[in-house]
């Protein structure tokens, strides 16, 4: 541009999110996960005895809303990465004492909170549910042709539905 050469950046933060060549979003995911054990920090602080529901009401609003922030863009995909995300749950809720010392599942029983592992694949279902029956506008969203088979050649494990 008018003879100067553009500056090489090797990341970049646009709405919040960080970028990198790969799109491994390494740096997005370090960042979310520091500013949620703060948070954690922050409720361990000024809640010493909390209560169930207290703990949810707070680990919805002011956790797991940073963990869901623009999830469908830097959606995790290695293992490492989606293991460090469930190891904030895991830690988060320890923090109630009657709780701490049964498993991680019986905790999530207990407080009613899916995995986030769930909750990813859930979006990822509801998204391909709307799509399928039409409920975008489709002069903002891709078009996918859909097929509606008969009953006679269902190859699709028990769908009707086939997206091309």
Same mark, same amino acid.
């Given at each position: 541009m008018n003879s100067k050469l553009l500056e090489e950046v090797t990341e970049i933060k646009d709405l919040g999110v960080y970028y990198d060549p790969l799109l491994l979003f390494d740096k997005h995911i370090c960042e979310k996960v520091k500013k949620v054990y703060m948070m954690l920090g922050i409720i361990k602080r000024n809640f010493i005895h909390i209560s169930r529901n207290c703990f949810v009401t707070l680990y919805k609003s002011l956790v797991r809303s940073h963990l869901k922030y623009a999830n469908s863009v830097w959606y995790p995909k290695r293992k490492s990465d989606i293991d460090k995300l469930e190891r904030v749950q895991? %830690?988060?809720?320890?923090?109630?004492? +009657? /709780?701490? =010392? $049964?498993?991680?599942?019986?905790?999530?029983?207990?407080?009613?909170?899916?995995?986030?592992?769930?909750? %990813?694949?859930?979006?990822?279902?509801? +998204? /391909?549910? =709307? $799509?399928?029956?039409?409920?975008?506008?489709?002069?903002?969203?891709?078009?996918?042709?859909?097929?509606?088979?008969?009953e006679d050649s269902i190859r699709t494990r028990g769908n009707r539905y086939r997206l091309l």
């Open positions: 895991k %830690r988060a809720t320890k923090l109630i004492p +009657e /709780l701490s =010392k $049964i498993s991680y599942t019986d905790r999530l029983k207990a407080l009613n909170l899916p995995t986030l592992k769930y909750r %990813r694949h859930r979006g990822d279902m509801i +998204e /391909l549910f =709307k $799509i399928i029956k039409g409920i975008y506008d489709y002069t903002t969203v891709p078009h996918f042709d859909i097929i509606k088979l008969s």
